[in-house]
Every structure is written in structure tokens, then in C-alpha cells.
T-cell receptor, first 116, second 119 residues
Framework: DTGVSQDPRHKITKRGQNVTFRCDPI?????LYWYRQTLGQGPEFLTYFQNEAQLEKSRLLSDRFSAERPKGSFSTLEIQRTEQGDSAMYLCASSLISGSSYNEQFFGPGTRLTVL | AQKVTQAQTEISVVEKEDVTLDCVYE???????LFWYKQPPSGELVFLIRRNSFDEQNEISGRYSWNFQKSTSSFNFTITASQVVDSAVYFCALSEAGYSGAGSYQLTFGKGTKLSVIP
């Protein structure tokens, strides 16, 4: 399977715990995005990477959230001291940006987080 | 600021009926991209189409067609002869065009339209 993969698919945690999600993009893609989707809403942008550099963070990304893409391949999203409001689907997407050429973002299956 | 409005929250149709999903967008950019994604019950967003703002040609792909009208800032999606497998949430999205690879190209999504096709 050469699509975007995410792990775990589901995570249930207690309020105050830390959680970490992983995303493996399509191998040749240099851009990696994180989005958050709550029930009944469209996905909302959180942050993105060009190779290993994190270039933009949304104001939705509070200080409790941190994302990394250490070698420009897979990425991790960590949430510290989780709150019930963090319950959502966390989506990862990747794309290839080359010069002025644009390619679509392809999404992974998401990680559904439930904070009790 | 960019905004995408999908006024139809839920639509139900009987199989083989045609259905149109509406999308209206707002942007200050003169060049941009518009998209439709499908999210079946499994949850994974599936890319359907991308249009550039300077290309207003309508597009048809099998039972799917898209009508882009810059004058009304709309990018509507029609499914002809709907099937049960079309049941899903459909999202319209917008991104900046950027320049020479600069810019985030982050997607701004609407709230989605849940389509139920009844056999």
C-alpha cells in the first residue's frame, strides 16, 4: 500500500495524559499536513512541513501540541495534558510541491482521539 | 480570509435520481484552487477533483460533473443517476495558488454535505 498511513487508528485516553500520533506520508511527497476534524465539521488546518521544516502553525495549535518531522519522512503529533476538547479525528495529508507545479493532498485514514 | 459555505447539511435521494451539492466560496486571492473530497463512513477523505481559478470549463467524469462559476463564486457538484455507494459526506475546499511553490496551500473546507442514497 503506497498511500498515507496513520497510527493508531483509535486512541482513548484519560484527561491529562499525553498522546502521540504517527503519520507516514506517500514516500516521494515533500509536504506533510496535519488537520483536525470534529464531529459535523470539515477538517481544519493545524500545521504543515516542507521536508523536515515546520513552516506554519495554525492558532488552533495550542502550546500543548507539538509536531515533528525529523528526517523529512514520517511525522509525529503529540498532545500534552489532553483535554476533553481535544477529542477529534486527526488527519494527516501529504503532497508533492515542485517549483510551480501543484499536486493534490492525499489523506490518511485518520486517528480518532477520545479524551475521557 | 478564505471561507467555504456548503448550505446543504444533509440530502436524501432515491437511487437513480440526480443530485447537486452546492458550494460557495470567498477569497481575496485572484488565483486559487477549488476541490471536492468524499468522506465515506470509513472516514478517509478521497480526492475527487481540483480546479484552477482561471479555468472555468465544466468537467464531467463518468456520473460526476462539476460546474464552476467565478461570477457567483460557486463550484457545484452533480451526481447523475445516484447509487447507494455514493452515500458519504462531501466536502468542498479552497486553497491559495501560491507562487513558485511558496505558500502553504492549506485547504479551507466547508462543513460538508451528508448525502444519503436510498435504494
Amino acid at each position: 500500500d503506497t498511500g498515507v498511513s496513520q497510527d493508531p487508528r483509535h486512541k482513548i485516553t484519560k484527561r491529562g495524559q499525553n498522546v502521540t500520533f504517527r503519520c507516514d506520508p506517500i514516500s516521494e511527497h515533500n509536504r506533510l499536513y496535519w488537520y483536525r476534524q470534529t464531529l459535523g465539521q470539515g477538517p481544519e488546518f493545524l500545521t504543515y512541513f516542507q521536508n523536515e521544516a515546520q513552516l506554519e502553525k495554525s492558532r488552533l495549535l495550542s502550546d500543548r501540541f507539538s509536531a515533528e518531522r525529523p528526517k523529512g519522512s514520517f511525522s509525529t503529533l503529540e498532545i500534552q495534558r489532553t483535554e476533553q476538547g481535544d477529542s477529534a479525528m486527526y488527519l494527516c495529508a501529504s503532497s508533492l510541491i515542485s517549483g510551480s507545479s501543484y499536486n493534490e493532498q492525499f489523506f490518511g485514514p485518520g486517528t480518532r482521539l477520545t479524551v475521557l | 480570509a478564505q471561507k467555504v459555505t456548503q448550505a446543504q447539511t444533509e440530502i436524501s435521494v432515491v437511487e437513480k435520481e440526480d443530485v447537486t451539492l452546492d458550494c460557495v466560496y470567498e477569497t481575496r486571492d485572484t488565483t486559487y484552487y477549488l476541490f471536492w473530497y468524499k468522506q465515506p463512513p470509513s472516514g478517509e477523505l478521497v480526492f475527487l477533483i481540483r480546479r484552477n481559478s482561471f479555468d472555468e470549463q465544466n468537467e464531467i467524469s463518468g456520473r460526476y460533473s462539476w460546474n464552476f462559476q467565478k461570477s457567483t463564486s460557486s463550484f457545484n457538484f452533480t451526481i447523475t443517476a445516484s447509487q447507494v455507494v455514493d452515500s458519504a459526506v462531501y466536502f468542498c475546499a479552497l486553497s491559495e495558488a501560491g507562487y513558485s511553490g511558496a505558500g502553504s496551500y492549506q485547504l479551507t473546507f466547508g462543513k460538508g454535505t451528508k448525502l444519503s442514497v436510498i435504494p
